[in-house]
């Protein structure tokens, strides 16, 4: 098993100052996997167990309407993915989360997360406030994805994550941004011509 990187404990600290015996027990509590592109993480059905901390790579997590895939969250570096009311609540997962380059990720199960809420209250502390930040961006996103025309979703996104603009396939941040394939391919051509002048 490879040793976790400090990128999960800078993240953690955002949240919560661990002591040396709490990062000590994280330390324990942590694993580090390494994959392949199109590795399914979790699939429909399946009881969610983990929540990923994505060191490199990418992950999206997408379900089914009909035969169509539709993406609702691409995560990057220092981010987390999860089928997150799957792993808080024991239903099943009603999406599948999966790579989409090679990544390494680190990840705890719902197993571990009990024994650090068990270990300290800094740790319920921790998991509260990743999970209110979690709801947040949710909603917020969820929201702004509601009220916003398709060219305001699309400059918004571009002007947060423009690397995911060469790494992500077209199809995929269409649906992300649940704007049309043919009007996504006219914004990337408008905002790569604005890039060049």
Not at 84 to 111: H, N, Q, R, W, Y
Not at 172 to 195: H, N
Request: contains cysteine.
């Amino acid at each position: 098993m490879k040793l976790m990187g400090t990128n999960v404990f800078a993240y953690i600290n955002r949240f919560v100052e661990l002591t040396d015996a709490e990062r000590k027990v994280l330390r324990q509590q942590i694993q580090i996997m390494t994959c392949v592109p199109k590795q399914v993480l979790t699939n429909i059905g399946e009881l969610e167990q983990h929540t990923y901390f994505i060191e490199k790579g990418l992950v999206r997590k997408y379900f089914y309407r009909g035969q169509e895939e539709i993406t609702v969250q691409i995560s990057k570096e220092g981010q987390l993915i999860s089928s997150s009311v799957s792993f808080l609540s024991g239903v099943p997962s009603d999406f599948v989360i999966e790579t989409m380059e090679p990544c390494t990720l680190a990840f705890i199960t719902k197993s571990g997360m009990e024994t650090l809420y068990e270990y300290s209250v800094n740790f319920e502390k921790m998991g509260r406030l990743i999970i209110l930040d979690w709801m947040l961006f949710k909603e917020k996103t969820d929201t702004f994805r509601m009220i916003s025309s398709p060219k305001e979703r699309f400059s918004r996104f571009m002007s947060e994550n423009p690397d995911l603009l060469s790494r992500v396939p077209q199809k995929y941040l269409a649906s992300l941004l649940d704007v049309k394939p043919e009007t996504f391919s006219r914004y990337k051509k408008q905002y790569i011509q604005k890039g060049e002048e």
